[in-house]
């Protein structure tokens, strides 16, 4: 176990070796500070890493991740993500990503007790609902996919309809919010082409003026 453990400190030494050996002044540089230009908000799922699938480096991406890339408007924990990367590092683009497969998303689906995590996907179980006729004739996995991509395109909403996102948009600042998933099985991102980027594009009720 300690192995297993000590093993990722081998690892950092060589990364970090490495990084100087392409760059000399890449820490350097991201010292002083990080200018990334966009918030990702992905899966917790270990198959999903946001950098290595985007090929982005340190200081390009501001990263949030839960299970089943949920937006909640009560999780303090997102909100903060979001104002912090709305408002001090002004990002220009928040990316959900989801992924095919996702466990929380096939959590959602079944009918047995898992636990505290049943209130965390709760939500999907509606979107699930919402889209009925989308799901008939699909076989399980198949539904759990076509879920995935749903989630995704739920959750790109809810951040439109976030204060923070909100308040942006009515000091007319530039940011998009986008729909993507990751197919595990291939290494693939696809965009579900569900972006908003202006207020009009939610309804008139969430509007902070
Ligand atoms: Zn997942």
Known sequence: MEHEFSALFKK???WAKRMVEQDPDFFNRLKHQQKPQFLWIGCSDSRVPSD???????GEMFVHRNIANMVHHSDINILSVLQYSIEVLKVRHIIVCGHYSCGGVKASLEVID?????????P???????????????????TVDKLC????REQVVNIGRSTSVQKAWREGQQLAVHGVIYSIGDGKLIDLECSISDPGQISDIYRIR
């Open 12 to 14: 950092n030494k060589i």
């Open 114 to 122: 898992h636990g505290l995590i049943d209130n965390w996907i709760r």
């Open 52 to 58: 290595q699938i985007t090929g982005t480096d340190p």
């Open 149 to 152: 991509e749903w989630n995704v």
């Open 124 to 142: 999907i179980k509606q979107i699930y609902e919402d889209h009925a006729d989308d799901f008939e004739g699909l076989s399980e996995a198949e």
